[in-house]
Structures are given as structure tokens and as C-alpha cells.
Nanobody, 117 residues
Framework: VQLQASGGGLVQAGGSLKLSCAAS????????MGWYRQAPGQQRELVAD???????NYADSVKGRFTISRDNAKGTVYLQMNSLKPEDTAVYYC????????????WGQGTQVTVSS
């Protein structure tokens, strides 16, 4: 499974961005998909993830502002980010896993999101 993320960029605080991640290869084995982010000098953290059945999970810091969704047929996952804050600035990575509740084992290349104040 290969993952290709896109949609990052520079936006002012309060603005919106939508990230996309397209899977290729054996997409039928994918169960969970998610987004992580890593800011300079910080550890990578889970932003949101979504199971194949649509169940979602969000970091407290993004609840009410970000929405994760997926298209199982296409093997794609999206992250709609609204009301962006400077502290959302990070490299965002998409991830996928074949086994529910397991470690994410497939990773995209990362896309930079920069929110200016």
C-alpha cells in the first residue's frame, strides 16, 4: 500500500484547508486510516482517524474544527480543517493500517500546513 498526501499550504488564522490522501496498491486490505502531524521539535501526534465502518476519533485540540472522512471505494481519506490556528502548523502525514487497533504501518510522505497569525 502506498499513500500520497496533498492539499497542504499557507493559510491565515481562521482559514480553512482540506487535505487529501490517496492510497494505491492493495487498498482492499486497508481498515483504519488517519492523519498525524508533527510540529518542529515535537513528537508526532494523532490528529484524527477513521475506521472502515466510519467510526472516528479526534484529538481534543481539533474537535469541532477538523473533520475526517473517507471514500472506501477509492481508498482515500480527507481532513477538512476549519478555524485554523497558528498552533496547527505542522507537517501532516496520512497513515493506514490493515488491522483494527494496531499500529499504523503505512505512511504517506507528509504535507506542510502553515497557519500565519
Amino acid at each position: 500500500v502506498q499513500l500520497q498526501a496533498s492539499g497542504g499550504g499557507l493559510v491565515q488564522a481562521g482559514g480553512s484547508l482540506k487535505l487529501s490522501c490517496a492510497a494505491s496498491g492493495s487498498i482492499s486490505i486497508i481498515n483504519g486510516m488517519g492523519w498525524y502531524r508533527q510540529a518542529p521539535g515535537q513528537q508526532r501526534e494523532l490528529v484524527a482517524d477513521i475506521a472502515r465502518n466510519g467510526n472516528t476519533n479526534y484529538a481534543d485540540s481539533v474537535k469541532g474544527r477538523f473533520t475526517i472522512s473517507r471514500d472506501n471505494a477509492k481508498g482515500t481519506v480527507y481532513l477538512q480543517m476549519n478555524s485554523l490556528k497558528p498552533e496547527d502548523t505542522a507537517v501532516y502525514y496520512c497513515a493506514a493500517r490493515a488491522v483494527p487497533e494496531s499500529e499504523y504501518s503505512y505512511w504517506g510522505q507528509g504535507t506542510q500546513v502553515t497557519v500565519s497569525s
